[in-house]
């Protein structure tokens, strides 16, 4: 059976990645891609390495005839996604790659973000993307919000441990490394090939990053009480790639062994052998993250590093590892593709 | 129908990028990987990003046992492979990435490599690997050469052009930018890191690299008459992809013309609109070729760029679309990957 | 003696490597610094790197007081500096960066620039500024014209080549991998990191490269007749360096002596032994160029490859070496910093 | 008056970044240059970079005339390094650039270099070569012995807040992000441009990096206990600099303060405006530091960002600062060019 599926917001790089993912995938087809500065092109003049694929022209959200679609991947800046996904046939499933519908409370939304939140009812409908831990939920939602790819990244490092209660909550640190690519395709100066070639700076030092509020979120809720991390993003000069490295006061080999229990049935996650470091390049291009530990000199101290592809496993892979659970499709269909390297 | 695969010099990146390849194949299964020094090793501690696979351990050549397979690729070096495939039995089928099968006549050989062939007679069978222009020798043959990644470059941007007579075959001028990753996991100062980053520098100047053999055998043949080019092979910092840029007398509409009717029904061959520049990133981790051409200023003069991944259609993607045919299967099966881009 | 230095545009690229070299001149004191949009901002705002500077606020141009200014480096796009410098007062020397006073035939500036000129008269009194070559007009000017950086580094691999008769005067090709920080500080989506990282691509195919007006006016005023040389530029993922690869029919020999003997005395030009080929790198933040001859296997035919920093020797470096003569400095003064390798 | 200068070790990075600097140095002459396995070539072979420079042949340790010799610059391996100076003359000064003498402690030389000291008595006369907390020391010293790349931006960034007592000593964590060239011209596989690029890894995860001796020492002597940090570098895809983020528990007004009192006289190192983040770039080829503070979320954290070029401030420029102190010229000679950005 043939999924038909429309891409709103095609023209970024999370776009770009669902057509290259979808290209290969089984069962699902692109019957629409919508982009309102772009509309009228053809998606190769946009995205020329996607020249060879057979896909529908450019155009704007309005122009799409919504009946025959089943899922719609919306790709969308945050604030204009709530306002589009609230005007959607009800009968169309929704992944979110928006930050619009991952924070449950409303206060914290407008917190981070700024404004308040113009669709509170779907805000509250909608179910976290972080397939591993909320598939269940998934399978059955209609709206899915697809998790920040540094909160991703951070997650798949720290749910485990304080889930099986393996570190103090109170002092949990995520340095993160972050590629290019994460911040879009949008013209900044800092994000020009002079500017951050051979170059490396923290940003959003502080705890003012908004993926915070995605962390405050999720592990308060899974230690039931409030958690608040540190946590500093860099911006590295690499395209693909996010590289977590957290520092945690616990027993490096319970911190092993409760990351190697949570993940040892999962597909995508790889955790290494006990004080074996991941590369990110070892995950470019593909679904996949690996995740390591290694015991600190000090006694009751560990390192947790974990790296995925931003893209991919951060964004536009776990939106179609979403999309197959909802559409009733195997979870790893079209996303077995080995990570690129070198 | 499954068929059993042997990579023999699993180790090195085109070894690498035909796992990579294979491991999303439909038809293929790979039975046994060979990799004399690191012999004993898993496939995940040589390359990380390849541990979510179930592969075999790697052996010595003299450890496997043939008798179960049906296709083995050799990604040996130059030498030592004519010395392997030699002695493999003869009702297995062969592809070759090595240089050891691409040039016809002995003396060629011997005056690019350095030393005379060792299997001569194998080396009369072998068909040259170029599938776009081989495509009935290679359905039929037991051993496939592999061609050269500048040499499969250059010729796509040149053969039909000299075929169809619309550029002077003396004045024939190949500038040609390549990635890092063509060398090979080889240790060498100028492909370190702190040496190439940042660096770029023409190599083999004045008509030395080996590539040329593949060039003046192909291009004297279509032509019926000696050819040679003018060839120049730089290195720039990149890990994949090759870009080449030839200079030719003729009429730009009618070497536009020429690509464009030599490649209208090829899956993998993408001729750009006139005047519009391929870029190399289109292409990365793809099988596909993506070829442009330009009027000069100056009348009669044309420019033609042509660019691919060098790990893929440039030697292990050509590998597995050649294989695909030696074993009956449809010739694009696992090839179909679009490009990462960004 | 003090010369007092006003920059017109130093938050660009050329501007910031300006303050570069002069914050180590013996003799140049910025006593000026302009840009428009940024007027009002400390220099370390606009470059960190520049922060240990005791610098001028940036101001308007009208801000300025030229009373005490011996010397105006300005800065500017093009068809603003004409009108600019035409405002200036007389007695001030003027080192233009633009191309606004490159050429000296109106009617070619209105071809490659595409309107008319506001200065013509200035126009005829600018001295072209490839210091090696109008070393003397350049003592006495007040108005010297910098080259363009592509300009630069086709010129000092082929004017000795054409002043000594040596190559074919219609048959001359220059293929130039060009750094990505040519392009200057502007937003393009195609100088974005994660587009131009693992990139290569050429553009202005075909002959429509600006620099081309160069190349024609100095080439045929060498020759005494007309030369169209054809000229395919690339963009290569670097941030500082010019590489060109040109392709010329004349004895190598001959060709290496010509450059050897023209450039015998002078500091900044080193040319290789014979067969050797320059990298990018070995010139990265300095004033040097690098050239190489090697000869092709069809006799008769050469390759020269010259490279240099695009916004040291290709822009500021060159326009301090001018400044210095213009001011009775030695001409090498604040420029004998070594290249920057790794 | 000019300072005769040998460089021992002279075909390393370290060496050449020297040669570098010495270029433009008022008063240092390079009289001899050593490099065992390249004994007999010219320096413009190994580092092409400097052939504009006139500089005496590499030859073998055992071949300088050490007669006329004031300083010496060691750049040789540890171990081999003090092999090396225990022979040299007692009159002439020495900096080495080894670890072989940055730690008082045999004991710990032993522990962290897995070998016992060959030369105890020089170890004790070393003096620790961080010059701006040395300065006095090193001002008479014979034997300098300079300070890891990795230590360096480490101690800059934290020795002023324990000295001043405005953070927890006991949960001091640095998360370090190096460039490649601080491992040097060495061949090995995941230098090689294929395997760095676009890739970021942690390495000697745990507390097991060697420069955590100088760490020890230095924090506990200032301390007047015991201190010991948690510290994991990262392998960046850059060629030069150090990113250092200091994860400490104090007051960020505290700790800002203390810096800024700290470095007010130092003419290299840059306490940004509070809040503000250096990015590697900014002092990349210069040896200048940028150190920034930042304020977390949670009261009572801050974040210490510190960032250095390896080669330059991280070593060899560190040594010229030294050299400069102990042959009584001004500390800064030949060390104020600015950073070369982009």
Chains 1, 2, 3, 4 share one sequence.
């Not at 993912?21 to 053809?42: F, V």
């Not at 930050?99 to 669709?119: C, I, N, T």
């Not at 945690?248 to 990351?259: C, N, P, S, T």
Request: hydrophobic share 45%; proline share 5%; charged share 20%.
């Amino acid at each position: 059976m043939t999924h038909n599926i429309a891409i709103l917001g095609a023209s970024g790089y999370t776009g770009a990645e669902l057509v290259r993912l979808i290209a290969t995938h089984p069962t699902m087809r692109i019957a629409a891609l919508s982009a309102d500065r772009k509309a009228g092109m053809e998606m190769a003049e946009v995205y020329p390495h996607l020249r060879h694929l057979d896909l529908p022209r450019l155009v704007t959200i309005e122009e799409i005839d919504f009946a025959g679609i089943d899922l719609v991947f919306c790709a969308l800046p945050h604030a204009t996604s709530q306002a589009v996904i609230k005007e959607l046939p009800r009968d169309i499933k929704v992944v979110d790659l928006s930050a619009d519908f991952r924070l449950r409370d409303p206060a914290e939304y407008q917190k981070w973000y700024g404004q308040p939140h113009a669709a509170p009812d779907l805000q509250k409908e909608a179910v976290y993307g972080l397939t591993e831990f909320y598939r269940d939920e998934i399978r059955g939602a209609r709206l899915v919000a697809g998790t920040g790819c540094n909160a991703a990244t951070g997650q798949f490092a720290l749910r485990p441990l304080i889930a099986a209660g393996v570190v103090d909550l109170d002092d949990i640190i995520v340095d993160l490394k972050a590629a290019a690519s994460g911040a879009g395709r949008s013209l900044k100066e800092h994000l020009l090939f002079s500017e951050l070639f051979e170059n490396v700076m923290g940003y959003a030092l502080g705890g003012t990053h908004r993926h915070l509020g995605e962390f405050d979120q999720e592990f308060s809720k899974i230690a039931g009480r409030k958690v608040e991390i540190q946590f500093t993003p860099h911006l590295i000069p690499a395209t693909r790639g996010i590289l977590v490295t957290a520092y945690v006061k616990g027993e490096a080999d319970a911190v092993h062994g409760a990351l190697a229990k949570a993940y040892a049935e999962e597909t995508f996650i790889e955790v290494l052998p006990m004080g074996k470091a991941p590369s990110m390049k070892d995950v470019r291009g593909s679904n996949f993250c690996h995740i390591g530990v290694a015991a600190d000199r000090r006694p009751g101290r560990a390192i947790v590093v974990a790296t995925l592809d931003n893209l991919t496993k951060g964004s536009s892979g776990q939106a179609v590892q979403n999309a197959n659970l909802m559409l009733g499709e195997p979870e790893t269909a079209g996303l077995m593709g080995a990570p690129v390297f070198p």
